[in-house]
């Protein structure tokens, strides 16, 4: 086996627990901000780039898990069945909480039985509907769902098609125009934070653009030159929140947006993907958490919402601290109960398959392989080596 070939089993053998942390520290922050707002207490200022955050890490754990197997034949028909049976258990959960408290939110503006019915339809194909004119969101009964339309519609669409034909050149050309796209988006909204409603749906596609398919260029440098520099999994995981939290204002924030999308990220990953592990258990209980802490909070936070507010509970930074430690709990079982779900699915569809031949050998159907299913979560799998924490199978495939 030659050396590249040595090199990309390798990769498909080790699980990046570094950013399966950041992963998991991603999507505590959205959780803080979502329920910061809500509650009119802290939140981390920037806590919605960890979208982006989560489109890299996605094109980068992609790239280097499947493009491997791309190469030796795996079809797109494989490819998108993995990615489906990787993340539609727990959207479709999220969407079921989604229109339940809904249901019991009925007097949220501009919301009626008929347009959650319409949204849970749509949504059981991973799609928007525009049910709710004066809140514009895409997903009205599961807001962050938003990000999977484009993470599954879009991104991994695109990078499965047009595979052969995404070479070096190709591929960096994508990335630059939708980095422009960015910039003009940035001037032209005053953020970066768009592709979750209506008003703000076109420039969503740059937006995943350009963070997902960095990810995968970032994941092919990273296969070819892996950094010298080998820094603690800590320094990363506290790296995240301080960035996301820093408490910037004005023209100096629309700059620092993009800072975070285009170098600050990127550095974070590349490097990280390097570090050295001392306690590997803690990224790694992050990142399994962190797909199902992100597709279930906003409903669960709707729904507590609700409940305070008939309680006469007082709201403040007590509840907020509760509400997060309680979804992280509960997302951690989740993920178990995900893992065993996924392996049940991917055994009927390859029973429905008929022929295990068609799958070409890529889909999991055993434990082993379904625990690492798509990139972990949202994304993730590692090169070996100092730092590496080697997985008890191959890994496969996962948010955002």
């Known amino acids: 086996m030659s050396s590249t070939g040595f090199r990309e089993r390798r990769a498909e053998k080790y699980r990046y627990v570094t950013l399966d942390g950041l992963r998991g520290i991603a999507a505590l922050m959205v959780v803080l901000y979502h329920a910061g707002h809500g509650l009119g207490t802290w ?24 493009e491997p197997r791309f190469r030796r034949g795996m079809g797109a028909a494989d490819f998108l069945i993995a990615r489906i049976v990787r993340l539609y258990p727990l959207y479709l959960l999220g ?47 599961n807001g962050p769902c938003w990000s999977l339309f484009f993470e599954f519609w879009v991104a991994n669409v695109v990078f499965v098609l047009f595979r052969k034909k995404l070479g070096l050149k190709a591929l960096l050309t994508l990335v630059f125009v939708c980095g422009v796209g960015l910039v003009a988006t940035e001037k032209a909204y005053y953020t970066v934070s768009v592709g979750w409603g ?47 939290s820093l408490p910037l204002a004005g023209r100096l924030s629309h700059r620092y947006e993009l800072i975070c999308v285009f ?26 958490a962190s797909y199902a802490m992100y597709v279930i909070h906003d409903p669960l936070w709707v729904l507590c919402s609700w409940l305070v507010s008939r309680m006469a509970i007082q709201q403040g930074f007590v509840p907020q601290l509760i509400f997060v430690l309680g979804i992280a709990g509960l997302s951690w ?5 995900d893992t065993r ?18 799958a070409g050998g890529y889909l999991p159907v055993d434990r082993r392989v379904a625990e690492k299913s798509d990139e972990l979560s949202l994304s993730w799998v590692a090169w ?16 955002d």
């Not at 982006?52 to 898990?65: I, P, T």
């Not at 079982?333 to 109960?337: D, R, T, V």
């Not at 779900?341 to 398959?353: G, T, Y």
């Open 333 to 337: 079982g989740l993920n178990i109960a």
């Open 95 to 141: 969407l079921v909480l989604g229109v339940a408290t809904a249901l019991l939110n009925m007097d949220f503006p501009g919301l009626t039985f008929r347009g959650v019915l319409v949204s849970f339809c749509f949504g059981l194909f991973g799609l928007p509907s525009d049910v709710v004119p004066q809140h514009q969101a895409l997903f009205a009964v």
């Open 43 to 66: 939140s981390p200022r920037f806590g919605y780039l960890a979208v982006d955050l989560f489109f890299l890490l996605s094109g980068f754990v992609l790239a280097l898990s499947y």
């Open 384 to 399: 070996s080596g100092e730092g590496k924490t080697p997985t008890t199978s191959p890994t496969t495939d996962v948010a």
């Open 198 to 244: 209506w008003n703000n749906f076109a420039p969503g596609f740059v937006r995943v653009g350009f963070s997902f398919f960095a990810g995968v260029a970032l994941a092919r440098y990273h296969a070819a030159r892996p950094p010298k520099l080998k820094l603690p999994s800590w320094f990363f995981i506290l790296a995240l929140p301080v960035l996301l």
């Open 341 to 358: 779900a996924r392996i049940i699915l991917m055994s009927r569809v390859r029973a429905w398959r008929h022929s295990p031949s068609r």
């Open 263 to 288: 170098v600050l990220f990127p550095a974070l990953i590349y490097w990280g993907a390097a570090a050295f592990e001392r306690r590997p258990w803690f990224g790694a209980a992050l990142g399994d």
